[in-house]
């Protein structure tokens, strides 16, 4: 990938001198969705499909971005007096916010740069491809401007500033996190509430991760997803008034259950039963997994999905067929949906011997039932984001 990157700079830029490369992951959340804006447990982990970019300070104030993944774009120019999202920077917003966080953070740049990535991650499919686009942009900055006093979870929690204020989408820390502080082999059991986290070794034994994206995206989407981030602050509001919490995460089921008389509305109830009763659960699977019980894990990422699907209701049809298989075929330890819902990909844990039955039994039958090819990923757990040799 390197090369292909080198090359398209120096047809763009002139040369490749003084150029750095860099990688950043994809991620899959294996448990605890919906539950990193309401203070609970994520457990997501880093995958080996990312985002690559090659970029080199400029001697001006310009910028430029360009994505061989989208070259009807052509060179994306910018500049460093006016950081302002635009329509018409289309997917470079994303990597012009980093810059425009990192002047609010006081990291003000002096000269602008220019940068050439390319990625394989489906995008807009809820493995995060803007959260490494934007994890990259910050381990670039660093790595360009010599900034070393911010750690890699800084370089997260920028990117979710810049996701949130330049973007308008209000999305949790997992997604940069996980990017950001991946480890190979790892997931990675995070509390959201207070950023203490914890690596937990994925020991599947003879089994794989298996990603499968629907191929859908319905465009309740965004809508839904601030929809649901108003529930719970109203039912945490509510709930304040019986119990002593700070966030929902605070609560077990059995405190959730003798409180949740004061919610009034039963949609309330769903969900905050949902971002409760799933942060316990991923709590349960992160000490399956270190007990080595992979099937109680599974059994946990089925409950989730049932969650999400009834109580919190971000599920759709072609992703709870793509489940329903899953849960039929043979040699399938656990599957739900990840990530934002509505659409994008399922994760399941399938056995070794039983995955190329899964993929061509499940992908028959999807294409049967919805009418298009679902996409089958066989993934591996990789490193978090930084410069490659
Ligand atoms: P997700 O993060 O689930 O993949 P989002 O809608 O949050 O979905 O982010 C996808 C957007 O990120 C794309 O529409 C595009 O603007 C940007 N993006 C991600 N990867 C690339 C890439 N390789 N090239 C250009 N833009 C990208
Ligand atoms: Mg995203």
């Not at 997501?44 to 001006?60: F, H």
């Not at 390319?118 to 401007?145: Q, R």
């Not at 966030?247 to 949740?260: I, N, P, S």
Request: hydrophobic share 40%; proline share 2%; net charge negative.
């Amino acid at each position: 990938m390197k090369e292909k990157l080198l090359k398209k700079f120096a047809e763009l830029f002139g040369n490749t001198e003084g150029t750095k490369v860099y990688f950043s992951p994809g991620r899959v959340n294996l448990i605890g969705e919906h539950t990193d804006y309401n203070g609970g447990h994520v457990f997501p982990c880093a995958l080996t499909i990312g985002t690559y970019g090659i970029a080199r300070k400029r001697a001006d104030r310009k910028i430029h971005f360009y994505s061989m993944n989208l070259d009807r774009f052509g060179v994306v120019e910018a500049s460093l007096d006016e950081l302002a999202n635009q329509e018409a920077y289309g997917w470079a917003n994303y990597p012009l916010g980093v810059v425009w966080a990192f002047h609010e953070k006081g990291y003000t740049l002096d000269t602008g740069f220019d940068m050439v990535i390319w990625g394989n991650i489906p995008n807009g499919s809820g493995l995060s491809s803007s959260a490494s686009l934007e994890v990259l942009t910050g381990v670039i900055l660093c790595g360009l401007y010599h900034i070393t006093d911010l750690s890699m979870v800084d370089i997260a929690l920028i990117g979710q500033y810049s996701e949130n204020n330049f973007n308008g989408c209000n999305c949790g820390i997992m997604d940069q996190f996980a990017v950001a502080m991946g480890k190979k082999d790892n997931a990675i059991f995070l509390d959201t509430s207070t950023l203490h986290y914890e690596y937990a070794p994925v020991k599947l034994k003879n089994a794989r991760i298996v990603i499968v994206n629907s191929k859908v995206k319905h465009s309740l989407v965004d809508s839904a997803y601030n929809d649901r981030r108003q529930e719970c602050t109203d039912a945490l509001a509510a709930l304040k008034t019986a119990a002593d919490i700070e966030t929902l995460g605070d609560l077990t089921v059995e405190e959730f259950e003798k409180h949740q008389h004061v919610l009034k509305d039963p949609v309330l109830v769903k969900r905050a039963k949902h971002a409760v009763a799933e942060n316990q659960r991923t709590i349960e699977a992160v000490a399956a997994l270190k007990a080595d019980d992979i099937t109680r894990f599974g059994e946990l990422m089925n409950q989730s999905h049932i969650s999400l699907r009834d109580d919190y209701e971000v599920s759709c049809e072609e992703i709870d067929i793509l489940v329903d298989l899953a849960w039929k075929t043979p040699g399938v330890i656990g599957s739900r949906i990840t990530g934002g819902g509505f659409g994008g990909c399922t994760v399941s844990i399938v056995e070794n011997d039983a995955v190329d039955h899964f993929i061509s039994s499940i992908g028959a039958s999807y294409k049967e039932k919805v009418g298009h090819e679902a996409e089958f990923y066989t993934v591996d757990i990789g490193e978090g984001a930084g410069e490659i040799d």
